[in-house]
């Protein structure tokens, strides 16, 4: 699990999990005020081994490129969360 510090929150990452896969998340954790938001990271695919999905939820911490007011991470536009190798050009 890594954790970064902005403004006003405290971001943290990690893995759950979930039946017989583990699912990568960043939850959110506001400095004294309110309640820690979860989001789940790489929605669209689930994780045979923790430390793979831990892994993924560091790799997108380190992605977070500022938080909106309301905690919200800011990722790059085209981020996918994904490190797979981008497809070869079929020229």
């Not at 699990?1 to 759950?16: I, L, P």
């Not at 919200?72 to 994904?82: M, Q």
Request: charged residues 25%; contains cysteine; aromatic residues 12%.
């Amino acid at each position: 699990m890594a954790e970064r510090e902005f403004q006003d929150y405290t971001v943290r990452s990690g893995a759950s999990l979930e039946g017989s896969r583990y699912a990568a998340w960043l939850a959110v954790v506001p400095h004294g005020h309110g309640f820690p938001v979860y989001y789940a990271i790489c929605e669209n695919r689930s994780f045979r081994q923790q430390d793979v999905a831990e892994r993924a939820a560091d790799d997108a911490l380190a992605a977070v490129l500022a938080l909106e007011e309301d905690g919200t991470p800011v990722f790059p536009d085209n981020y996918t969360g994904f490190a797979d190798a981008a497809p070869a050009d079929p020229a």
